[in-house]
């Protein structure tokens, strides 16, 4: 089977299914990590190349032609975000985001799915109010892959 077939197949089944409810996820850095780990044994298994053939992982994605598996997931969660913030309050999702929070326990926070997105807007420099232009809003979350 050519390179670009398995490529395709790789965007529109492995991939999905991977990244399956990844809109209400709370990444973490050992998340993303292992997402990578998984992505590159299946492209590296899908191209015939092992770790001892000494070829980087830039170069067998870009032979697959499919972007970074850690960028999926931020996007499938702003657009996900986006969806809500278009609905009304009344909207079961927006209802359940503003209930009082109870106070928690000693140490760090755990990460929350809130707080993730507050994290995912700082780094592309927007703010929720770009939500509501649907253009705007596709264009800045959108990560195509490679053609």
């Known amino acids: 089977?050519?390179?670009k077939t398995k490529g395709k197949v790789y965007?529109?089944?492995?991939?999905p299914a991977m990244l399956y409810g990844s809109e209400?996820?709370?990444m973490k850095?050992?998340?993303?990590?292992?997402l990578h780990v998984n992505e590159m044994k299946m492209l590296r298994w899908a191209g015939g190349v092992t770790r001892i053939d000494w070829i980087s992982n830039e170069y067998i994605r870009g032979n697959f032609k499919v972007a970074r598996i850690q960028?999926?997931?931020l996007e499938n969660r702003l657009r996900w975000y986006g969806?809500?913030?278009r609905r009304g309050m009344n909207y079961v999702v927006n209802i359940a985001r503003n209930l009082p929070e109870t106070p928690r326990g000693r140490g760090r926070?755990?990460?929350t799915w809130w707080s993730t997105i507050q994290?995912?807007?700082r780094t592309l420099n927007t703010t929720a109010e770009t939500t509501q232009n649907r253009e705007i809003w596709r264009k800045l979350t959108s990560r195509p892959d490679p053609t």
Not at 29 to 34: D, G, R, S, Y
């Open 1 to 3: 089977m050519p390179i």
């Open 71 to 73: 960028d999926k997931p």
């Open 83 to 85: 969806h809500t913030q």
């Open 11 to 15: 965007k529109t089944a492995v991939r």
């Open 109 to 111: 926070p755990k990460s």
């Open 119 to 121: 994290k995912d807007l």
């Open 24 to 26: 209400c996820w709370a």
């Open 29 to 34: 850095k050992c998340h993303e990590q292992t």
